[in-house]
């Protein structure tokens, strides 16, 4: 069976770095394209970045670029996300998810649970 | 302010058709592959349609998509209280090189 588990999320002051991980089980992991879709408290939902198979290709949505960093190890089937400078406007619940497909780069076809990220002194 | 546009909210009541519609752009949903998402709060967003009108295995097909021009629209016929839930629309921007979500529709079966 598929798994997507998010870690790392918690309680961080303005300015912090927390840094997200995404332990991915069930299925070929370095054969998909991963992403990090994220909802804050009472709001929808919002891409915050994607990765390629191998790690050379990212993107990044404007709010964060910059500030965020996201990267995979296949050896180790996890997804990361580095979160630096961190503002109040990025508390949200975090979400890994997985492509549709293995040709699937911008279409996400499974999540995770979810991880709560707050930035509040 | 999402770059797609979406209702705020969609009511009807059980057996009923509802749809949810999706408006973007030329750089995104003019030129890209909708994909449609269901979500109850506190559980993992599930896909629906993906590549504007295909289901994937285990959605039902009371759940329909299709796109014309620079907009999408997401069907659900014969509506059950178990599909109250937000309902996005989703693809990939080319312009902003980012992916990109609606504001989210709340479905309300009454």
């Known amino acids: 069976e598929m798994q997507l588990v998010e870690s790392g999320g918690g309680l961080v002051q303005p300015g912090g770095s927390l840094r997200l991980s995404c332990a991915a089980s069930?299925?070929?992991?370095?054969?998909?394209?991963m992403h990090w879709v994220r909802q804050a408290p009472g709001k929808g939902l919002v891409w915050v970045s994607r990765?390629?198979?191998?790690?050379?290709?990212?993107n990044y949505a404007d709010s964060v670029k910059g500030r965020f960093t996201i990267s995979r190890d296949n050896a180790k089937n996890t997804l990361y996300l580095q979160m630096n400078s961190l503002r109040a406007e990025d508390t949200a619940v975090y979400f890994c998810a997985r492509g549709y497909g293995s040709t699937y780069y911008y279409t996400v076809g499974y999540w995770g649970q979810g991880t709560l990220v707050t930035v509040s002194s | 302010q999402s770059v797609l546009t979406q209702p705020p909210s969609v009511s009807a009541t059980p057996g009923q058709k509802v749809t949810i519609s999706c408006s973007g752009s030329s750089s995104n949903i003019g030129n890209n592959y909708v994909s449609w998402y269901q979500h109850l709060p506190g559980t993992a967003p599930k896909l629906l349609i993906y590549?504007?009108?295909k289901r994937p295995s285990g959605i039902p097909d009371r759940f329909s998509g299709s796109k014309s021009g620079t907009s999408a629209t997401l069907g659900i016929t014969g509506l059950q209280t178990g599909d109250e839930a937000d309902y996005y629309c989703?693809?990939?921007?080319?312009?902003?090189?980012?992916?990109?979500f609606g504001g989210g529709t709340k479905l309300t079966v009454l």
């Open positions: 989703g693809t990939w921007d080319s312009s902003l090189s980012a992916g990109v």
């Open positions: 990765i390629n198979t191998d790690g050379s290709t990212t």
């Open positions: 069930g299925f070929t992991f370095r054969s998909y394209w």
């Open positions: 590549d504007n009108n």
